[in-house]
């Protein structure tokens, strides 16, 4: 059975299109069938996947307008396994676009119910903001991952994503669970970085994922070859991070069913 996993945070540049890049590679790699969507018009997990604005003939904007199919939009990508449904600027008119429209918060959980168990895992890349993107990601997961870069606030912004999460819970979706905590961009040099990641620990308890991502530029670098991490460089600090976390997540899973 497939699981849909949302990858959310409302801050910026905290590693969430990172994560969705390698994890749901690192997952495909180790042979799931994996299904990644990027919902943020910015784009970065569809130019990350070495997929060129060009070859995009139609992106999730026209899946959620009805002006395309699944099928049209589903794109393979350099790894065999790994399907992505790909994203251009034009999404960011889409929550405009959708203001009028009933039933406006269910477009994406519609959309996947049908290929659903064609995948193992569907991780959807979230933007940094709470619209109709986030609320469509949210209604349509099982299950969130939340990354946190290990800095000063952290827990504070945790604190108020969580206090939503559980609203959504309340409001749309009653099976949303939280997946993990994810911490990203530590630097074990930093008392900073160690401080943060005991506190949201402490907070946070067995939610919070014992792997923890480095601070890596093979992380950022990959990016510029159209490669995930896990692919250009599979033995950088970063890349190993992804995989043992790719490894956690598939033992959590084992474990609960
Ligand atoms: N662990 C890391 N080490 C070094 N750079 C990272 C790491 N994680 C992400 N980055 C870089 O930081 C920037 C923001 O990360 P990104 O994943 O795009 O965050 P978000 O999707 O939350 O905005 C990107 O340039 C990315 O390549
Ligand atoms: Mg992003």
Same mark, same amino acid.
């Given at each position: 059975?497939?699981?849909i996993i949302a990858i959310t ?11 969705a890049?390698?994890?749901? &590679? ?9 299904l990644v969507i990027d919902s ?39 790894? %065999?396994?790994?399907?992505?449904l ?22 994406l959980?519609?959309?996947l ?9 569907i991780f959807i890349d979230c933007? %940094?903001?709470?619209?109709?993107l986030t609320?469509n990601a949210l209604?349509a997961a ?48 930093? =008392?900073?970085?160690?401080?943060? &990641? ?15 991502? %480095? ?6 670098? !990959? ?9 250009? =460089? %599979?033995? !950088? ?6 995989? &043992? ?13």
């Open positions: 059975m497939g699981k945070n409302q801050k910026g540049g905290v590693g969430k299109t990172t994560t890049l390698n994890l749901a &590679s690192s997952l495909a790699l180790a042979d799931e069938n994996i943020d018009p910015q784009g970065n997990l569809t130019s990350g996947l070495g997929i060129k604005r060009e070859s995009i003939k139609a992106g999730l904007y026209e899946l959620y307008l009805g002006k395309a199919e699944f099928k049209d939009v589903m794109m393979q990508s350099i790894i %065999p396994n790994l399907h992505i790909p994203t251009t600027m034009d999404l960011f008119a889409v929550e405009l676009e959708l203001l009028e429209q009933p039933d406006r918060e269910n477009i959980s519609n959309i119910k049908p290929y659903k168990d064609n995948y193992r895992y933007p %940094p903001s709470f619209g109709l609320l209604v099982q299950s969130v991952i939340v990354p946190v870069q290990c800095e000063y606030f952290a827990l504070e912004g945790l604190s108020l994503l969580i206090k939503l999460l559980w609203r959504i819970r309340g409001s749309f979706n009653e099976a949303l669970d939280l997946e993990g905590i994810l911490l990203t961009m530590f630097n074990r040099h930093l =008392a900073l970085s160690r401080q943060i &990641s005991d506190e949201v620990r402490r907070v946070f308890k067995s939610k919070v994922y014992d792997t923890v991502i %480095p601070r890596n530029v093979i992380l950022a670098e !990959s990016v510029s070859y159209g490669k995930p991490a896990v692919l250009y =460089a %599979p033995n !950088s600090l970063g890349a190993q991070g992804y995989i &043992s976390l790719a490894k956690e997540i598939l033992n959590d899973n084992n474990l609960l069913f």
